[in-house]
């Protein structure tokens, strides 16, 4: 008998290949993907800025890295500079410094975006904070006091707008770029259940306007999860996030989605070698481990001669 929903994902009307751009974009799910596809060594770039999760900071970062940005939004915690609109993952040691970082980030960003074949941009939830004093919207709260913040849950009216217009940016930079909207399965249960299935109700709505009105599509990363997986033991212990299991799920989804038959066996080679390369004998330094590692050397580079474009 079979005890859950199969949810059947068509095939996309496009193929990743080995040594084509790809970028990951958003929430800490996209990051998980990203690495798999590294694993399988496509050629992956993701979150320039680190892990943003909210639609509205992914789209000024995206039309702020084309049209470029006067002045960055940019202060000072104890010793270390942030911004407000990266992870606190990208930081440094003085204003200019850090400045100089963003703007090659961006630059590098925009660059990478005229030349790749697809970006995937993962939403994570539509509530956000705003900078009370400022006004503008954070992408990260960096451990400053929640009393100089204020939550607010976006309206989907308000995020379309603002997507049509980065879209529309988008096409001018690279018009054969094919984009892939999906919604994170992670919970972000300090908000609450009740208002993070809220939040995740608007950004479903928001991708199925966007995909009705543009050219882009829609992965179900979070349906893949939530209704066919259904099942706690599919997450970390802390229930919110998808285990190693759960994301393995996922990307064979993905790669039978968007993989053609060639890519998927490379993926699969490429997947071999990684694990041979990891697995650590438990004869290390003995004759026969010394002549299996020579043996591996010369597969590997055979195997990376033979297929160049393996970013391994």
């Not at 970062?61 to 084309?66: A, G, K, T, V, Y």
């Amino acid at each position: 008998m079979n005890f859950k929903l199969d949810l059947q994902i068509p095939k996309a009307d496009f193929n990743l290949q080995h040594g084509e751009g790809i970028l990951f974009l958003g929430s800490c799910f996209s990051d998980e993907m990203a690495e798999k596809a590294k694993f399988h060594g496509l050629n992956v770039k993701a979150n320039h800025f680190g892990t943003v999760f909210h639609s509205s900071l992914l789209s000024r970062f995206i039309e702020e890295s084309i049209d470029g940005v006067e002045e960055e939004r940019i202060f000072n915690r104890n010793d270390i500079f942030l911004s407000w609109d990266a992870n606190s993952t990208v930081f440094d040691f003085s204003k200019n410094e850090l400045s100089t970082k963003l703007s090659k980030l961006r630059s590098d960003f925009k660059s990478e975006l005229k030349t790749t074949k697809v970006i995937y941009i993962t939403f994570g939830t539509a509530w956000v904070y705003r900078k009370i004093d400022a006004g503008n919207l954070v992408a990260n709260c960096h451990k400053v006091p929640g009393n100089q913040f204020v939550k607010e849950l976006s309206s989907i009216d308000k995020l379309y707008l603002e997507w049509k217009s980065t879209l529309d940016k988008i096409r001018t930079v690279n018009s054969e770029l094919e984009i892939v909207f999906t919604v994170s399965p992670v919970r972000h249960s300090r908000d609450g259940l009740i208002e993070n299935n809220q939040s995740k109700a608007i950004l479903i709505e928001l991708i199925r306007r966007l995909t009705s009105d543009f050219k882009c599509s829609y992965f179900p990363s979070y349906e893949i999860v939530i209704d066919e997986l259904r099942d706690y033991r599919f997450f970390k212990l802390d229930r919110v996030h998808p285990s190693e299991e759960a994301i393995e799920y996922v990307w064979k989804k993905f790669e039978a989605c968007y993989c053609n038959e060639e890519t998927i066996n490379l993926n699969s080679k490429v997947s071999n070698f990684r694990r041979t390369l990891a697995h650590r004998s438990i004869h290390e330094g003995s004759q026969e481990n010394k002549e299996q590692k020579i043996q591996f050397e010369i597969q590997l580079k055979e195997f990376l001669n033979k297929f160049s474009q393996i970013q391994f």
